[in-house]
């Protein structure tokens, strides 16, 4: 029975999320399998890959052909070094300790590789936020810059609102004080004839 190592999509319309699986390379692309080693989701950055190697390995050696999108995958996790560095022990070219520490060093590595490109990613998300934070903020200085003579001219103009209103009060009232004055002096007239006619 040929058999492959493939992968069989889950997930939702647009959200793909794959099984890695080995299964009879008759079967349906997300039909029957006969184990499955892992899962892989492209959706994140860098992407989720889950991947029990020594099942991988196991299967390689017992003839599974993995699909070029499978080879890739298995390669980027070591299944596929490991796989080479188990025939190089097989052979005798190396033993199990010296092939185990080529494997370790590789694994390290990988991991050093995968870990810097995240802290690249969230740092360059970092800079991004602070890069609009500081758009957001100069358009809101400009806002306000552009709001500031609007209110200046308002303040204005209600200053001389004002300063209109208290000169017609000043206007009102030296009128009514020369109302009063002019009546006034008739008043004292009227009075100085009554007292005049009472003597």
């Known amino acids: ?3 492959k190592i493939r992968l069989q999509r889950h997930g939702k319309k647009g959200k793909p999320f794959y099984w890695i699986v080995a299964a009879d390379a008759r079967a349906k692309r997300d039909g029957r399998y006969l184990e499955k080693l892992g899962t892989y989701n492209p959706n994140t950055n860098p992407a989720t890959i889950d991947l ?63 870990s810097a490109k995240s802290d690249d990613l969230a740092k360059a998300k970092a800079e991004a936020k602070a890069k609009a934070l500081e758009a957001e903020k100069a358009v809101n200085e400009a806002r306000i810059a552009a709001a500031a003579p609007v209110e200046e001219v308002v303040e204005e103009a209600t200053e001389e609102v004002a300063a209109e209103a208290e000169a017609t009060e000043e206007v009102v009232a030296e009128a009514e004080t020369e109302v009063v004055a002019e009546e006034t002096p008739e008043a004292t007239e009227e009075e100085t004839k009554e007292e005049k006619a009472a003597e």
């Open 1 to 3: 029975m040929p058999v």
């Open 52 to 114: 029990n190697v020594d099942g991988a390995v196991q299967w390689l050696q017992n003839g599974a052909q993995p699909t070029d999108t499978a080879k890739a995958i298995l390669s980027y996790k070591g299944a596929m070094l490991k796989n080479h560095l188990a025939g190089g022990v097989r052979k005798g070219a190396l033993t199990e300790e010296q092939a185990e520490e080529k494997f370790q060093a590789w694994l390290e590595e990988k991991t050093g590789k995968v």
